[in-house]
């Protein structure tokens, strides 16, 4: 996607967010010397007491969005970093896809300018093909991933994801042979143990820092819990007190005043938000203007903020004006459904205006739509 094909959305997204802090700090009444930079035109979203490095990459705040499947891909992140994100990660790629040289595959390694730093990351079991499609990869991304943590069915009955780790011997041979190829640095995904009777995260982040991983996110819950239960945050702090690389907490935060809890709990260096973030990206630049306005108030109001319902409309639009620039009209409006009903949810006759997108292909008619909500 050339620069200037998406410099005209761009400017419309800056406005966006420009509108939704002006919202955010009236009703909060944060002043504006506390998030200064974040309306200039840099949109410097830095804050200093919580940058950290991965590799020589400097990461400028601690609020990183998640890889979600049929999700996150280069709409979601250039929204994502928009809206205060320090980095951003893909949705999973296919060790094999790229091995193979799958169209498919490549296409969700594309990052613009606008979505970075950015993380693509890899899933796979066989640590040659691993390192194989990590250096293929690399000149796209800032760093790479290898994912050890998914718990989606087919996913571990290819051995792979979660799956491994149930085999520490496999995870050091994986990661110390991608990060033997590659130049840029290299990261894990993964969770706190196979299920309750398997907690091996301590060892796990020892073996990835060991082979060379320059960082490790951690999703609170075991593979076999899937998203079940709650996120366990003590033990990730245990991993955090036995490895020098950063570490990124992750799992069952969805507010402001949760991310900062667990950031102060854990002592970890970023939290990733993932499913609280589906059709709320703002939620980003909650918690980063909270995380700055605590340097000068520690009494800042943790209430819930909703953006006016004509903000969220103008969201959806731009959203969907994205989706059709990377994906075309057909595609993007049938993508949009799940995201229409994200937006707006709760919000009266919403189910009935995503079930006149199943009737219509053209971008005027979804927007005439998203007018009527």
């Known amino acids: 996607m050339e620069k200037d094909l998406l410099e005209p959305l761009i400017n419309e997204l800056k406005k966006l967010v420009s509108e939704y802090i002006n919202q955010y700090c009236d009703v909060k009444r944060i002043q504006s010397k506390q998030i200064s930079g974040f309306l200039n035109e840099k949109n410097d979203y830095l804050i200093r007491e919580h940058r950290f490095k991965i ?39 296919t060790s094999y896809g790229i091995h193979f040289n799958h169209k498919k595959s490549y296409k969700l390694t594309e990052i613009t300018e606008y979505e970075r730093p950015c993380v693509l990351q890899l899933f796979g079991s066989e640590p040659d093909i691993m390192a194989e499609a990590a250096k293929k ?36 041979d994986i990661v110390s042979k991608m990060a033997k190829v590659l130049k840029k640095p290299l990261t894990v995904k993964t969770r706190i143990g196979w299920n309750r009777d398997n907690i091996n995260i ?44 950063p570490v990124i907490v992750s799992g069952d935060i969805g507010s402001p005043g949760e991310a900062q809890r667990v950031l102060k709990v854990t002592g970890c260096d970023g939290v990733m938000i993932g499913r609280a973030s589906k059709g709320t990206l703002w939620l980003f630049m909650d918690i980063l203007i909270h995380l700055r306005a605590l340097r000068d108030d520690s009494k800042v109001n943790f ?71």
């Not at 799940?338 to 995503?354: C, D, M, N, P, Q």
């Not at 006149?356 to 971008?363: A, E, P, V």
Request: proline share 3%; hydrophobic share 40%; glycine share 8%.
């Open 202 to 245: 301590v060892r796990i982040a020892q073996i990835a820092e060991n082979s060379g991983a320059s960082a490790i996110t951690i999703h609170g819950r075991t593979v076999k819990q899937g998203f079940s239960g709650k996120a366990d945050y003590e033990t990730i702090s245990r991993v955090k007190k036995k490895v020098d690389i």
């Open 137 to 172: 990869i690399e000149m796209q991304a800032d760093m790479v991933d290898v994912n050890i943590g998914c718990p989606v069915p087919k996913i571990l009955k290819a051995k792979s994801g979660g799956y491994l780790m149930q085999d520490e011997g496999r995870v050091e």
């Open 303 to 373: 209430i819930d903020f909703n953006p006016g319902y004509e903000w969220k409309k103008s969201f959806a639009r731009l959203y969907l004006q994205f989706l059709v620039e990377f994906k075309g009209e057909y595609k993007a409006i049938r993508e949009f459904r799940k995201h229409l009903s994200w937006i707006f949810k709760g919000v009266r006759y919403i189910t009935e205006a995503r079930k006149r997108f199943f009737l219509i292909d053209s971008i005027d008619d979804a927007l005439e739509i998203i007018d009527s909500i």
């Open 55 to 93: 590799g020589q990459l400097e990461i400028i705040n601690p609020v990183i969005s998640a890889p979600l499947a049929g999700i996150s891909d280069s709409t979601y992140r250039i929204f994502a970093r928009a809206f205060g994100c320090g980095l951003t990660f893909s949705e999973m790629v």
